[in-house]
């Protein structure tokens, strides 16, 4: 199922500069309906009181790594099904693997460009 | 046996020779190393601000490209709609000339998307700047427990007591998850004669 342009989505990161790249570059792709969250804690707590359609998120953060808050995803009956795009600066293979057992869609390394991110999420909602 | 012992006696103090001497030499090459130790939290505190100091810079550089690509956003849509109007007066050479200008501004918009991306940097940058801060308070520490463990004294005075030692050791541990208060590192300085 393509990417509907009015789905919502969460972008997680610590770092205000890396969120409000995230955010640029998904509304240049068309996709402006976006809220974010500071760490995997902050995350969950929103993704638990509202409805969103897909997570991207950092892997590195204080409070709750973006790797525990995958793992609470997939172990939450109610969220499961989203969606999570990791974007991290952990190019080492264990980080992907890790990634993926841990039941991420896909998995971005910074620095990446807006065609990367457009790819990804062909791949996801395909 | 009573040979025995005394050749045994003679080895003791031999080894305790050697341990003071290497207490000496220890105490020695620390000097030097613990006058840097003091510099060390402001080293910190200077890559904690160029962390800062380059987050509020690139914020700035994405606010006024967002700027842009709202203003560029704009300009297209309505040379979109005066490409239709001209259409429908049959101003087609206008209309197409028009039209270029308006692929022109998509083509920038590409550009600032590329601006906004390479800013990415200051995050990779902030990362390695967050690993150097917990190495150098790592460092810090480490040079801490050797001021307390053997007693360093920068004015060849007497050792501090004991007893505040080991309760100096338990505030350094206390601190070994986070960086060291400020005041714990003067305290420990101070009673071993760095002022």
Redesign the interface.
């Known amino acids: 199922m393509p990417a509907d342009p009015n789905m919502k989505i969460l972008v997680v990161?610590d770092?205000?500069?890396?969120r409000?790249?995230v955010k640029?570059?998904l509304k240049?792709l068309g996709f402006s309906n976006t809220d974010e969250a500071e760490n995997g804690q902050e995350a969950l707590q929103k993704l638990r009181a509202d409805t969103f359609d897909f997570v991207v998120s950092d892997w590195?953060m204080p409070v709750m790594t973006g790797i525990d808050m995958l793992r609470a995803i997939r172990a939450d009956e109610k969220l499961k099904a989203i969606p999570v795009l990791m974007v991290t600066?952990e190019a080492q293979q264990a980080n992907l693997v890790e990634a993926i057992q841990a039941g991420a869609s896909n998995y971005i390394v910074?620095?990446?460009?807006?065609e990367v991110m457009q790819q990804k999420l062909g791949k996801i909602f395909k | 046996m009573q040979e025995g012992s005394k050749k045994l006696y003679v080895e003791l103090g031999d080894l305790a020779r050697f341990v003071e001497d290497a207490m000496r030499t220890i105490s020695e090459v620390g000097k030097p190393l613990l006058s840097g130790n003091s510099e060390l939290p402001q080293a910190s505190a200077h890559l904690v601000d160029l962390n800062k100091m380059t987050e509020e810079g690139t914020l700035e550089v994405m606010r006024l490209t967002e700027m842009l690509q709202d203003n560029r956003s704009l300009a297209v849509k309505e040379l979109a709609g005066i490409v239709e109007t001209l259409e429908a007066v049959d101003c087609l050479g206008l209309a197409r000339r028009v039209q270029k200008i308006g692929l022109d501004l998509g083509q920038d918009d590409k550009h600032l998307t590329e601006i906004m991306t390479a800013l990415s940097f200051q995050d990779l940058v902030a990362q390695r700047v967050k690993k150097l801060v917990t190495i150098l308070d790592d460092v810090h520490g480490k040079l801490m427990e050797l001021v307390v463990v053997f007693g360093i004294q920068q004015n060849g005075d007497s050792p501090a007591d004991p007893g505040k030692a080991s309760e100096m050791l338990k505030q350094l541990e206390a601190t070994k998850t986070s960086s060291m208060k400020q005041t714990v590192a003067n305290d420990i300085l101070a009673q071993f004669g760095f002022k």
């Open positions: 990161d770092m205000a500069t890396m409000r790249i640029n570059i240049q590195n600066a910074k620095p990446f460009t807006a």
